[in-house]
């Protein structure tokens, strides 16, 4: 039992290059979501899907996709990479109102 | 405009005394409220949550406080332990969504 996992865990860009982070639990839960943190800005909700095949806007979607392949799997995307997207991103998970996290990817986009 | 709010970036407490960490929030439609404790380079992971309904709830050494009149919450670690240095993040979550609303963190520093 992995929990949530995402790959890769670092990943150097150059300014208006794409890229898809990758998020996978195994908890059999139906709600996924994607975080972006900042210093001194805590976590704030990027994008997040409440069930296989819904997807909704967090606090900061712009700049980004999402992709709810199925139950397991929830992945972020990046179009055009932007300086301002170098940050750590997490993804989570929760059956109820607790949520459980990967260990984050490390982006720098230069 | 910050919904949840952690006003101590910092705090340094040592070993064996009482950690209290606060937050306040803004929102009355938020129902439940958690505390995430992260360490450098890993996911934050949960430590304890209180439902709206209750003013107190507690897990051996951690207990955390709700104030609805007030709306405040605090998270008391007592004895601290050096193994508790990381930062911790209040969340509140509202009424009928499954989206949590993260304050900004307060780092604390269990020191010998």
């Known amino acids: 039992n992995a929990g949530v996992t995402q790959t890769p865990k670092f990943q150097v860009l150059k300014t208006g290059q794409s890229m898809t982070l990758q998020c996978a639990q195994d908890m059999n839960h139906n709600s996924m979501y994607w975080y972006r943190q900042d210093p001194g800005m805590g976590l704030r909700l990027i994008y997040y899907s409440a069930s296989e095949g819904t997807t909704d806007k967090g606090e900061v979607p712009n700049g980004y996709n999402v992709s709810r392949l199925n139950k397991r799997e929830f992945s972020l995307r990046l179009e055009s990479a932007a300086p301002s997207q170098t940050s750590v991103y997490f993804c989570a998970s929760s059956a109820a109102h607790e949520q459980y996290f990967g260990p984050g990817t490390r982006l720098t986009v230069t | 405009d910050q919904q949840v709010k952690q006003n101590s970036p910092s705090l340094s407490v040592q070993e064996g005394r009482i950690s209290i960490l606060n937050c306040d929030y803004t929102?009355?439609?938020?129902?439940?409220f958690l505390w995430y404790k992260k360490y450098p380079a890993e996911g934050p992971t949960f430590l304890i949550s209180?439902?709206?309904?209750?003013d107190k709830n507690e897990d051996g050494r951690f207990t955390v406080f709700l104030n609805k009149s007030a709306k405040h919450l605090s998270l008391h670690i007592v004895p601290s332990q050096p193994g508790d240095s990381a930062v911790y993040f209040c969340a509140a979550r509202s009424i009928n969504t499954d989206k949590l609303i993260f304050g900004t963190g307060t780092r604390l520093q269990v020191f010998p």
């Open positions: 929102n009355s439609m938020f129902d439940y």
């Open positions: 209180i439902s709206s309904i209750k």
